[in-house]
């Protein structure tokens, strides 16, 4: 971390305005704010000002407040932002932002992205009590019944975070003097400040920082994955140098958890700065995926002073559909591709060849064309294709098998860079393998770099990937065993009124929640909500994932469901998981179903073993897409509607609690602390 001050209270009150205001104005210089020094010295002398003189006051009460910490313009990593003051009061953490006259929700959100930012990604600051302050001129006396409430549930952030509070310095001290009455012990502000951060980006939020040219270790920084990203990125990046250099053909599998971050590692890759003058296209057949990024790229470039059509060209560059790659070196240029290396995201998605020929008359497999395109490099070239297991959803996506075929028949000699799970199968796979054949006649590299084995997409919940699958697969003893909902929020409502209400209630900071739902879930029209196809087609993703709140068409509304289709590859903070009829549990397995429409619709089972597999996994991803907590909605049914039979659902709900997710419904209200009066301390 980077502070610009920190001390004890006792040190920081034997400072003159004079020395502070020196050494802040000194620092920014040093960060290449050479204006600061005029826009800004009376305000921070004003601010010092109140500041020593309102812990001059907690001082006289209380002589342990000497030891409280003081920390100023404490670094906010990655967001380019510095918090004004932070003081440790005991071991509660506030956070003071001073304002001259902005107490509007703008400045509201910026402090709660602070308190969430410190709550999930800074060690020292993680299952601690983290108090916001506005203090202004404007402010008036603190609500400290807002500041004794607390979530119960430990698991939840707002159990340790507490509402955004607004006083005047006046009313500052004894706000202080009461979070130190219900504190204990007492933070070290140095090793607070220094402890580390590990944020862990969105999806969103990496592909900006890399487009910005941060590099993929500056931007995966969560604990458990920097090094595991970035040296599986070197990794990679090794191969295809040589590649280049000896002259051949190869490609590398690379496997991984949902949400380790397979998809950051092919950003990180063509954006990387040694790739410049050899650039590798990132590709998907993951339409939404393609659009929000693409949109995003766009307005970027645009926010930046490039023109609209030139942003949307450049953005075309950066991310690309593969369907259209391939049309366009299929069907209208027959030459080598411009590019000698290409990344394929969710590569295990690729269609069939029947598929591929019911779409566009082609009587080859996507495997196969792919290959044989970069093949018309007469000298190099090199595909990375991201595996993730489970997540085949639709039909005709051929699976990491036809890759196997693929290879085994071309014409060309590929070397084939593979992690072991890629040979023997294994969850990440879905159990599936590249040959299912002797392979002896080609030649395998492997390497364990090449599978991520840490999903870092769900904030401290690094085996919700593990309890997901065991729900999938019907096991609830070995799913309640994991005791997931300890350390991620996990419930679940028979109301979509209460569900909606607890999504709205995490929209603090940058937050973003929002509802999905399967699209085999056709019922789900009888409680508003929107399922077919051609609906879902026709929705703009981009501003569903993008847009503010003040928009009708963002996530926010939670008013559209993203399907398994919208939401693959993507995320969200809170989930709204919106429960169909499609999967139902039976009492002993899943019952996996279809609506047949007409004079008298009903369910019926899916027997074909390819559209059961899609259906779990339907809601394998759907159950893997967020980062902060998670709500599931089990409708209640009506006993005036066969397709919605309550006992259906009931037994459904029943076993997602026997699995360990907690009911909503059952949360008690806030405790409440005892208080004391603000007023006896002006007596």
């Keep these: 971390m980077a502070s610009f001050y920190l001390a004890e209270v006792e040190q920081f009150l034997h400072e003159s305005p004079e020395f502070l205001l020196a050494r802040l104005a000194t620092s920014y210089a040093g960060d290449g704010y050479t204006s600061q020094y005029t826009e800004q010295t009376l305000t921070w002398q004003r601010d010092l000002e109140h500041l020593q003189k309102t812990l001059r006051s907690c001082v006289a009460r209380t002589p342990d407040a000497n030891r409280w910490g003081v920390v100023l313009e404490f670094e906010v990593p ?105 504190a204990e012990g007492q933070l070290a502000v140095e090793e607070w400040e220094r402890s580390p951060y590990f944020p862990v980006p969105s999806i969103i939020e990496a592909a900006l920082a890399l487009k910005s040219g941060l590099s993929v270790g500056a931007v995966a920084q969560s604990e458990a994955s920097e090094h595991e990203i970035e040296s599986v990125r070197q990794t990679i990046q090794d191969y295809m140098n040589l590649a280049r250099e000896q002259k051949h053909h190869a490609i590398c599998f690379l496997t991984g958890v949902p949400g380790s971050g397979k998809t950051l590692v092919g950003l990180g890759l063509a954006h990387a700065s040694e790739n410049r003058d050899n650039p590798i296209h990132f590709m998907s057949g993951n339409g939404p995926l393609v659009m929000v990024l693409q949109h995003l ?187 997931v909902s300890k350390r991620f929020p996990l419930f679940l409502t028979r109301s979509l009124t209460k569900m909606r209400e607890h999504l709205h209630a995490q929209r603090r900071g940058e937050t973003r929640y929002g509802l999905v739902g399967s699209s085999g879930a056709a019922r789900l029209r009888s409680e508003g909500l929107e399922p077919s196809s051609s609906f879902h087609a026709e929705y703009p993703w981009e501003h569903w994932y993008l847009a503010p709140s003040t928009d009708v068409r963002s996530s926010y509304r939670c008013e559209v469901f993203a399907t398994e289709f919208e939401i693959q590859g993507l995320e969200l903070d809170w989930i709204g998981l919106c429960w169909g009829g499609d999967m139902i549990w039976s009492g002993g397995e899943w019952r996996l179903r279809t609506l047949r429409h007409g004079p008298m619709s009903k369910w019926t089972e899916v027997k074909s073993p390819d559209k059961r597999k899609y259906r779990k996994n339907a809601y394998r991803v759907l159950l893997t897409r967020a980062r902060q907590g998670m709500v599931i909605y089990v409708p209640e049914g009506s006993s005036d509607d066969a397709t919605n039979v309550p006992e259906d659902f009931d037994r459904t709900a029943g076993f997602l609690m026997d699995c360990g997710v907690l009911p909503l419904d059952e949360v008690a209200p806030p405790q409440k602390e005892e208080l004391i009066e603000l007023g006896s301390f002006f007596e």
């Design 297 to 483: 790229f766009t307005q970027e470039s645009m926010r930046q002073g490039v023109r609209a059509h030139e942003a949307k060209e450049h953005a075309r560059t950066l991310i690309e559909n593969v369907h259209i790659f391939a049309r366009a070196y299929t069907d209208q240029d027959k030459g080598a591709p411009s590019n000698h290396a290409i990344i394929f995201d969710e590569a295990q998605r690729a269609w069939n060849r029947a598929q591929n020929l019911k779409k566009f008359k082609r009587d080859y497999s996507e495997p196969e064309m792919l290959l044989s395109i970069m093949e018309r490099h007469e000298d190099w070239s090199f595909v990375v294709a991201l595996i993730g297991g489970g997540q085949e959803i639709n039909d005709g996506e051929a699976g990491l098998e036809e890759w196997g075929r693929a290879l085994g028949d071309s014409k060309k000699r590929w070397t084939i860079y593979a992690s072991p799970e890629v040979l023997t199968g294994g969850p990440s796979t879905a159990e599936q393998k590249l040959f299912t054949d002797s392979n002896a006649d080609l030649s395998v590299v492997t390497h364990e770099h090449l599978h991520l084995r840490t999903s870092n997409r769900s904030h401290r919940a690094e085996t919700l990937a593990t309890w997901v699958n065991h729900v999938v697969e019907g096991d609830a003893v070995a799913a309640s065993k994991l005791e």
């Design 78 to 182: 990655r967001k380019a932002r510095r918090i004004d003051v932070v003081l440790l009061v005991r071991d509660v953490i506030v956070i003071i932002e001073a304002k001259t006259s902005d107490l509007s929700s703008a400045a509201r959100q910026q402090v709660d992205t602070y308190l969430l930012l410190l709550h999930y990604f800074h060690k020292a600051s993680a299952n601690r009590r983290i108090v916001p302050v506005l203090v202004s001129a404007q402010g008036s006396m603190p609500d400290l019944v807002a500041l004794s409430q607390r979530e119960l549930y430990p698991q939840m952030p707002f159990h340790w975070i507490a509402p955004v509070m607004t006083c005047s310095w006046e009313h500052l001290a004894p706000l202080l003097l009461e979070i130190e009455r219900h």
